[in-house]
């Protein structure tokens, strides 16, 4: 690892499950020499994706480093998997990268969920050049592609080479180097350089002219256009230049072509263009700048922001804990980056974030001491002697340090700006399966947490179920599978219930006897109650108007005691009773065998008795939902919350060809939306949900719930 942040360059793989991501960055290892032998997806043999449910899946679900050397420049490769269940780690990969290769198949183009990837990429101004990949593969057409992505990303994505083809109906053979105006022939032993053939002139020369233009129009220089317009040759060497500057600034976007699974004698088609602007065009850690950072004081408050930091090995420390693991024999690593200062093993440090409460005392619980540093690939950890500003490292034995806080030193204590994590929207009911699992599934699961802050664990109290809300169908199974081969624990999924509640639609009174006489004290107390509906529908009101004695004094906090108990069972289907006034109205006492629990018994009876014949009703809650679509699929969302029981409240305009559709819907029907909602949008749109309120649930379907209730 370099200490000179100007040779290290932080690059972020993004792009749609199966574009080709982690077969990419095999090959940039096995071409770089980092790895003898590039690994296979298929065979679990890779160096990113060597978690077991990566392996049993085939897919990437872990942002992953995986580090190389090229030319004198450290790159240290971030591959974040492309599934939309996964964005949690793709923006835990742009936080710890300075710039994104988005990854495009040559063969699938560009669909929706890419183009929202792209967007993620461009909310956080992180420079991009594309790479379109399998451009070996029989169905690769890279003049569709390109377009595809022209058409999605805009008119400054344009190419800075034409793949060629062998001419004899194989993949591809070589490249044309539009600045260069040069050959690549990749078929012989090893790469050579050949002028552009006859036969491809004229394509090269329009793609150049193209690509002229877009990097005068993106250089910001006046007197470089005029010059353009006026006629005037513009040099090589003064377009790479303004070239790289654009990227660097992130208005520019060259896109590479790559046969990452070519086998060739000359290595990869590719690689060695896709590496030189990744050397030489991406920004490096110097030119990136830092998220905002505050002081934090004694009594643990963000303070004034810092805005003296710089990416200096002997500046303060500030790093940030972008992704946390857990590993069975060393315990937990987490994957940290550097902004400023040196990391260093045995170092002691202050870790910020997580609504801790800071004491200011150099020794107090939010000090922890590092352990050893290493740089990843794969399954090794090779040992690190220190980490400076603008590197990547692993850090062991960070016990309580998560994903997303800060360390610093304890002289200075500082807090960096979280980035956004999306809000999990899929909840998913579990059980224990034995009690050895029940006894172990509360720190397995406060584990998981901690690793992936795009999980949350609720235990809902009206419903008496453990929760865990995820992103998604494919995040939910790769949880319970980490579950059970992690830390083998077995845990069942059980039918989600909706915290329903229960009302009384009209008035009438209750009688609550409990007279029992067992030879000796027995129990005596007789209670008359009046049940009604509260005008608001919600909370619940006790009213004593007892005259004359009748019930004493005494016994009067027992009978709303058990009335209230009684209101926590319900009386049509186990739901907590809510929207009620109750009137203490009449009632008897015996000098020796009234109690509090006899008259506790009454209240709990009273109640049943008049709420049940005060027309009970269930009330189901209802959600305000926004779905962010984009426009072709406005009247697909439409037709299906309508189907769903909701009720549209209105749309506007979002950006460019987006919709945002605000509407109330029960909650009963979008248990499974994040699910149905990436079917009916193709994986395009998005949603929030918050609760608004609970309202009469309709007849047909009470009566299906209290039935299934009573079975239960």
Known sequence: MTNNAGNVRNVVLVGHSGSGKTTLAEALLGFT?????????????????????????????????????????TVNLLDAPGYADFTGDLRAGLRAADSALFVV???????????????ECAAVGMPRAVVITKIDHQRADFAAALEACRAAFGDAVL???????????????GLIGLLSEQLYDYSGPKRETAPVPSSEAARAEAARDELIEGIITESEDETLMERYLGGEPVSTEVLIKDLEKAVARGSFYPVLAVAASASSGSGVIGAAELLEVVAKGFPSPLEHPLPKVSAVSA???????????????????????????????????????VFSGTLRPDQHVHVS???????????????ERTGALTTPLGKQQRPLPECPAGSICAVAKLTTAETGDTLSSREKPLLMEPWTMPEPLLPVAIVAKSKADEDKLSQALSRLVAEDPTMRLEMNAETRQLVLWCMGEAHSGVMLDRLSSRYGVSVDTVELRVPLRETVSGSAQGLGRNVKQTGGHGEYGICH????????????????KIVGGVVPRQFIPSVEKGVRAQLEQGVLAGYPMTGVRVTLFDGKAHSVDSSDMAFQKAGRAALKDAAEKASPKLL???????????????????????????????????GVGRTLIRAEVPELEITRYSIDLRSVSHGTGSFTRSYLRHEPLPSHLAGKVAAASRTE
């Open 33 to 73: 020499g980092a790895i003898q032998r590039p690994g296979r997806i298929e065979d679990g043999t890779t160096a990113s994706d060597f978690d077991e449910v990566e392996i049993r899946q085939q897919r990437s679900v872990n942002l992953t480093l995986v580090p190389f050397e090229h030319e004198g420049v």
């Open 105 to 119: 198949s040559a063969t699938d183009g560009v669909d929706g969920v890419t183009q929202m990837l792209w967007e």
């Open 159 to 173: 190419p800075l080479y034409l793949p060629v083809t062998s001419g004899d109906g194989g993949g591809a053979s």
């Open 299 to 337: 009594a643990g408050v963000p303070g004034q922001a810092v805005g003296d930091l710089s990416c200096d090995p002997d500046g303060p420390l500030l790093a940030e804990v972008v992704k946390t693991t857990s590993d069975p024999y060393v315990g937990r690593i987490s994957l940290v980056r």
């Open 353 to 367: 974030g997580h609504g801790r409460v800071e004491r200011g005392h150099p020794d107090h619980d939010d000090d």
């Open 529 to 544: 109650v009046k049940v009604e509906p509260l005008p608001d529908a919600s909370g619940f009101e006790f009213v004593d």
């Open 620 to 654: 189901e809650p209802v959600d305000e939902v926004s779905i962010l679509v984009p426009d072709e699929y406005v009247g697909a969302i439409m037709s299906d919350l309508s189907g769903r029981r909701g009720r549209v409240l209105g749309t506007e305009s979002v």
